[in-house]
């Protein structure tokens, strides 16, 4: 019953919220008309997202989200060090392959774009089967030890959440 | 800004300070770096910290000066979700005109790179 009412709990509050922002006003009328927004919509669309993963710990997402960024203010950092202080010649860019466990979509579009933000590396592409990204790495002397950190600090976290 | 408090007016000038700073960064990166990949690096990141300190100044401003606004929260919401997005289409792009050069590692158990796909 619940799940039919509510059938995307985090849209709902996502909605809610940025109706809110977008109002630019905390009003009780505003917060209302948001959550009524946040309750109709899921249900008028899940019809064209029947797959949709259910975020097995979002408290563990949120905890997530404050890591990427923290590590995008280091990313910024990093990178504007290596683009005004080190020679093109001196720089090493290399293509890292990074074998997939995350299996689900939505996972794997959030490591994707976690990547993408994060030191020094952008994933540019997914292998046909969806077991492999293409990443590249600015500046990386060892690719081995970029893939390993990857995995390491956000596949591993990403699977938890989602899997 | 004259009828700002001290310590909002400091705060506000060290993010327009180090907004710029990081824009500029990022322009810099774009012109210098030599190679296609390399220079998407620069506008993805750079870029994200910048424009995210400018929006910071600006709400902190609202707030210090009068009734206050949240909308900067959204733009850097809807900026941190679509600045990967611009990201891979440009990689995308870039990887259909390399085509398959030595220096790119084939994808793992006989497939192909999506973009390659036949399918």
Redesign the interface.
């Known amino acids: 019953m619940l799940s039919r009412l509510l059938p995307h709990p985090m849209l709902t509050a996502i909605l809610a919220i940025?109706w809110?922002?977008?109002v630019?006003e905390i009003k009780l009328g505003t917060v209302v008309f948001g959550v009524m927004l946040g309750l109709l919509i899921p249900i008028a669309t899940a019809a064209y997202w029947p797959d949709r993963p259910p975020v097995a710990k979002p408290v563990k997402l949120v905890g997530y989200l404050v890591m990427v960024m923290w590590d995008?203010?280091v990313?910024?950092v990093v990178?504007?060090m290596i683009?005004?202080f080190k020679s093109?010649k001196n720089?090493r860019?290399a293509?890292v392959?990074i074998?997939l466990e995350l299996r689900t979509p939505e996972a794997i579009t959030m490591l994707?774009?976690t990547i993408?933000?994060t030191p020094?590396t952008?994933?540019?592409?997914?292998?046909?089967?969806g077991?492999?990204l293409?990443v590249?790495a600015?500046d990386a002397e060892n690719p081995d030890e970029v893939r390993d950190d990857i995995k390491q600090r956000y596949e591993r976290r990403l699977k938890e959440i989602f899997e | 800004m004259s009828d700002l408090p001290l310590i909002p007016e400091i705060i506000i000038s060290a993010l327009l300070i180090v907004g710029g700073?990081?824009t500029l960064?990022g322009s810099?990166?774009l012109i210098?770096?030599?190679?296609c990949?390399?220079r998407?690096?620069?506008p993805?990141?750079?870029s994200?910290?910048g424009v995210g300190s400018l929006l910071m100044a600006a709400m902190i401003y609202s707030f210090a000066s009068e009734t206050g606004?949240?909308?900067e929260?959204?733009v850097m919401a809807f900026l941190?979700?679509t600045?990967?997005?611009t990201?891979?289409l440009i990689?995308?792009v870039?990887?259909h005109r390399l085509h398959q050069t030595k220096?790119?590692?084939p994808?793992?158990?006989d497939?192909?790179?999506?973009?390659y796909?036949e399918?």
């Open positions: 940025a809110c922002l977008l630019n995008i203010l990313a910024n990178v504007a683009v005004l093109n720089m860019p293509w392959v074998p994707a774009g993408t933000l020094g952008v994933s540019a592409d997914v292998s046909e089967d077991k492999a293409l590249h600015l | 700073f990081f960064v810099i990166g210098k770096l030599d190679n990949m390399s998407l690096h620069a993805t990141k750079a994200t910290l606004s949240l909308h929260v959204l941190f979700v600045a990967p997005i990201g891979h990689a995308k870039n990887l220096d790119m590692p994808a793992p158990s497939h192909v790179w999506g973009t796909s399918k």
